[in-house]
């Protein structure tokens, strides 16, 4: 008997927040999931600083400026539950307090069916070593508060997507959250071109936010310790509090003409074209974009061993501890003699194998498939 073609599905997903990781991680799955037949996508929140116009034909604003604005959250509930989404996929904290209410206080016949959060990082407080279940060095009481939170959301809604698996060791063994409510998707981004450096490592570049958990004065007191060939330059991406420090410490570790400080930058996809390998030393990091895009585009990395990074660059490069200038150091003087096309080569056929948006996309549809499934 044929029982007629497969009714669409409504997929809403909701964000609080306007920049950052997980707004840029949601637009380009909701364009990628907008073109796949039976699925109805919308965005709902802030308008996005970036992808706007993009995402416009999908968006409709919702706005909660507060974690405590419980007037705004009502009023984004109703807002989603006028829609009717068959799946409501949280992408910030913020959004996934809103959404874990859903699961009980949708009104009757407007209640998702599946009720899906992406956990995108802790706060800024907890340490790499806490983190991976260490005794000392816990965060504040606040952020304490903030982590019983994220355990209740994860209890209530119907999964908890991670995008590194160590934070759901994390989920699992610090927040106590059941195993079988966490799932592993990695993050998916558009992949700028393979651009493999075909000589010696010469042209280092990091890109971030100029923040001491970034670790780029730990970067640049190992550039002034390792023996490096006198042609070997950084430039460093990005602005933030510690710009002018870090200028000075360049300055005064005898790297004046050799670090270049560019300021933020909008065309960090030419910026890795043009550099030979890409260097992230920070203190706490999950699944880092801008280390997507530089696999992507074919980059030898050093990076710290913190969250998932180790595991993003197998293979692709030099994994070094936290916070170890000297370690960091060798790995530099390393970086310059290896054959930097071969780690440059699997850097990018890999990221194409685990970072695509549309490798991203199939996990999330099967897991909403999945999902909806079980709850028929």
Known sequence: MNSGPARTRRLAYLLTQDRGGPV???????????????????????RPARGADRVAHLHT????????????????????FAWRPDVLHAQDRRSGLVCAGATWSAPRGGRPGVVVHTYHGVPDDVTESWFRGGRGGGPSRYTRTVLAADALVARAVTRTVVP????????????????????????GMPL????????PVRRLLFVGLLVRRKGVHLLLEAMARAALPP??????????????????LAAGSGLRGRVEFLGFRSDVPALLAEADAFVLPSAMEQQPLVLIEALGAGKPVVATDVGGVAEMVAGAGIVVPPGDATTLARALEELTTVDAAQWGTRAAAMARERFSVGTALDRHLALYTDLLGENS
Do not use: C
């Not at 706005?63 to 705004?72: C, I, M, R, T, Y």
């Not at 994390?170 to 993050?187: E, G, K, T, W």
């Open 61 to 80: 604003e919702v706005l909660v400026e507060g974690k405590g604005a419980a007037g705004a959250i009502r009023r984004a509930r109703h807002q989603l």
């Open 24 to 46: 840029d991680v949601t637009v380009e799955l909701a364009l990628a999931a907008s073109r796949v037949p039976g699925w109805e996508v919308r965005v709902f929140g802030p």
């Open 164 to 187: 590194a698996s160590s934070m759901g060791r994390f989920l699992r063994q610090r927040l106590r959250v059941p195993a079988d409510r966490v799932v592993h998707i990695d993050n």
């Open 192 to 199: 700028p071109p393979a651009a493999v450096p075909r000589g």
């Open 231 to 248: 042609d070997v330059t950084l430039q460093v991406a990005g602005d933030g509090p510690e710009r002018a420090g870090l200028e000075a």
